[in-house]
């Protein structure tokens, strides 16, 4: 564990004012908190910095005193780490806690221009005032989660701007040497198009401030989307694990060709169920993994099948998208399993409502009823890229459903599908109070992430507990990173290990 002395802390509550520095007790447990299974990571103290020379000025200090800092934007996203450094003593910078201002939205031009802490609940409450004309993607995760963080961490959601980073257009970072870049058009003085012209004149560098630690993002430009008049939702219920295949098959021609303009949802049965009921040991009992024909009660006590398949369309009418809704049912229907569910009937089960809201760009904490499947609370996110080819998907499936049933564990997965990939999201939920548990966790993340590897499909995020690791598995990329990493923070102060860069 690094140690910090006091002076580091002296100093920065001369530049900030002693307000903007916690080191007690209280603070480093909270920020040193987390969900993964290698346990938490406590930092040296807290920095509330208020503006971008605040961030400046803890730049300075850090580099003055050759301390590490760890920065983030909410630290909210559960599965990932939350708000706790990635290695233990460094000092957090809690960029959102006070930089948290919505500085603009354009009706017109339909963007809006934010700081780290603006949360989605936080947007959707401000287009509410404003009437709702226009509509922000969200995750299905906490509503209190930031958009910047979710976005620099390459997050997506649903609807048609499902892209957190390709709908941002232009940001502001403090550098590890304490300079201030301007992306896109904003690195021209007196810009009247920051937000607007993604890629200005020049190399492209917004993408370096993904999933890295070269800077501290201090504003984002965000593309905002006209709320439709309506917008409803369509759901399928297969019920049988193998249909999988099929349901992949299915789906890659009607994003191939745009005809569902959100992204399609393919969720396990317990992704659903998780959100509602939990681990059900008087039915097991006590033994772990789930038997699959308790899985398959559950599924009929919910209404549920092994696979729920979702997306939406959005119109000007009820008359406009009838047709639409008409063309997935007959086209999921030539399977000869695929239940449909009607948005309707939908609204009415919570389980599915959570896919309602996150189709309408509304914020949701429904789902994170899944963090209480198990007892104590553990996730842990694995996230590999799947091709959108059926029988892929049913070796991936099958890989999966081995690995986590060796470890314990269940398969809880959600898939949101594109026309050429999805995003393979596993939940992997574990009593975290249970140290032999953990363990296992641990075994079967690497255990998952050496097999998927070895079969060529690579992970996309890693929890704070496993980034190390996922960067090493990678040629010649680290070298880059390390290159660029010195250049732009020559004494290493910026979140060092972050994704596996130092």
């Known amino acids: 564990m690094t140690s910090i002395p006091d002076a580091v802390f002296d100093a920065l509550r001369r530049a900030l004012g002693s307000d903007a520095v916690d080191t007690s007790e209280a603070a480093i447990a909270r920020y040193g908190r987390n969900l993964l299974p290698s346990g938490d990571s406590r930092p040296s103290g807290v920095v509330y910095p208020a503006s971008t020379s605040d961030v400046q000025a803890i730049v300075r200090v850090a580099n003055e005193y050759r301390v590490p800092l760890y920065s983030f934007s909410t630290g909210e996203n559960q599965g990932m780490g939350m708000r706790s450094p990635v290695r233990p003593g460094q000092i957090v910078v809690d960029v959102g806690a006070r930089m948290n ?41 906490p509503p209190e989660g930031g958009i ?26 403090v550098l590890g040497d304490g300079r201030i870049l301007r992306t896109a058009d904003g690195a021209s003085p007196g810009s009247q198009t920051w937000h607007l012209a993604k890629y200005g004149y020049g190399p492209f560098l917004d993408g370096l401030f993904l999933q890295s630690n070269f800077g501290i993002v201090t504003r984002l430009g965000i593309w905002l989307m006209p709320r439709p008049p309506v917008i409803r939702t369509f759901f399928f219920m297969f019920p049988n694990d193998e249909d999988f295949g099929e349901i992949i098959d299915l789906i890659r021609p009607l994003k191939l ?33 789930l038997p699959d024909a308790v899985r398959r009660e559950l599924q009929y006590q ?22 639409l809704i008409e063309r997935m049912k007959a086209h999921f229907g030539q399977s000869g399993k695929a239940r449909y569910v009607s948005h309707d009937e939908a609204s009415d089960n919570p389980i599915l409502q959570i896919h309602i809201d996150t189709f309408s760009g509304r914020p949701t904490r429904k789902e994170l009823g899944l963090l209480n499947w198990r007892p104590g609370g553990g996730c842990c996110w694995f996230l590999p890229a799947m091709p ?30 594109g026309p050429r990939i999805s995003r ?13 548990e953990c363990a296992r966790v641990i075994a079967c993340y690497r255990a998952l992430i050496a097999a998927y590897g070895e079969a060529g499909f690579p992970i996309s995020r890693a929890p704070l507990d496993f980034q190390e690791e996922a960067m090493a598995r990678l040629k010649t990329f680290p070298e880059v990173c390390a290159s660029i990493k010195h250049a732009l923070d020559p004494n290493g102060i910026l979140s060092p290990g972050r994704y596996g860069i130092d």
């Open 424 to 436: 393979a999201l596993h939940v992997i939920v574990f009593n975290r109070d249970d140290r032999s």
């Open 302 to 323: 919910y209404g549920m099948g092994a696979w729920c398949v979702s997306g939406s369309f959005y119109g000007a009418s009820e008359d406009v998208l009838r047709p």
């Open 101 to 141: 201002r919505i500085l603009e939205i354009d009706d017109t031009l339909c963007f809006a221009a934010i700081e780290p802490g603006v949360t989605y609940q936080q947007m959707y409450d401000e287009l509410g005032r404003r009437g709702h004309a226009l509509m922000m993607d969200t995750t299905s995760g």
């Open 388 to 417: 959108m080819v059926g029988k892929i998907a049913n070796l991936q499936q099958a890989l999966s459903r081995r690995i986590l049933r060796e470890h314990g564990l269940e398969f809880i997965t959600e898939y949101v599908c």
């Open 148 to 173: 910047v963080g979710n976005t620099l961490d390459k997050g997506a959601g649903y609807t048609p701007y499902f892209d957190h980073f390709g709908m941002s257009c232009g940001l502001e970072a």
């Open 257 to 289: 060709n745009n005809v569902v303009p959100s992204l399609i949802k393919v969720t396990s049965d317990l992704y659903g169920l998780g959100t509602e009921a939990t681990y059900p040991f008087n039915r097991t009992g006590g033994s772990i993994p």
